[in-house]
């Protein structure tokens, strides 16, 4: 993350309600955002862009009511879970006009085929995080931070306050859940 006692400061800002303070804090951590965007993104979603998913979650993290992030890893921990939610949201929405949406069939083609088996894929995993978070919380938080928000293990091990050591031994954990539980 770069510059963290300025987003400290900033986010500090947000809380008390400062006029311009959220846009302020994300011309800070834009180009953090978008390269875990990007990550993300190239492991996901064939039909939302590095910019449009940055853009949906800054609408989506501007519209929190009041927002309580204390530091910059609990804000990126919050715009990981933003972006889990965005491209889940896509991917369901996708497979909702697959499945007729209200609109007439159209013939598909290899790259239609490809991003329907993506976003199958993406909604198989949401459930499947959403077991694992059900029975270990924190596997489930190292994968979204890794997954979704594109962190290394280093920075998944200073966001959650344990060490690198435990990311690693969570992240083959919660891989061999998901695995098991996707086939």
């Known amino acids: 993350m770069s ?9 500090a800002a947000v809380r008390e309600g400062e006029e311009g303070s959220f846009d302020r804090l994300f011309e800070v951590v834009y180009e953090d955002l978008k390269l875990r965007a990007h990550y993300q993104l190239s492991a996901s979603s064939p039909t939302l862009n590095t910019t449009g998913l940055l853009h949906e979650a800054y609408l989506k993290l501007a519209g929190a ?13 919050v715009a990981a879970r933003a972006m889990r939610q965005i491209v889940i949201d896509r991917a369901r929405r996708h497979l909702s006009q697959k499945r007729g949406g209200g609109r007439a069939a159209v013939d598909l083609d290899a790259v239609q ?4 088996a993506v976003a199958d894929r993406m909604v198989a995993l ?7 978070s059900e ?6 938080e190292v994968v979204e931070l890794r997954f979704f ?21 969570d992240w083959r954990l919660a ?9």
């Open 65 to 77: 009511e009041t927002p309580d992030w204390s530091d910059g890893q609990h804000f990126f921990r």
């Open 149 to 169: 928000g594109g962190l290394s293990v280093d920075e998944t091990a200073k966001t959650l306050g344990i060490s690198a050591r435990t990311v690693k031994r």
């Open 3 to 11: 510059n963290p006692p300025r987003v400290t400061q900033l986010l």
């Open 113 to 116: 085929v490809g991003a329907d």
């Open 135 to 140: 029975q270990d919380p924190r596997l489930a």
């Open 175 to 183: 891989r061999a859940f998901l695995q098991g539980h996707l086939g």
């Open 126 to 132: 949401d459930q499947a995080l959403s077991r694992l």
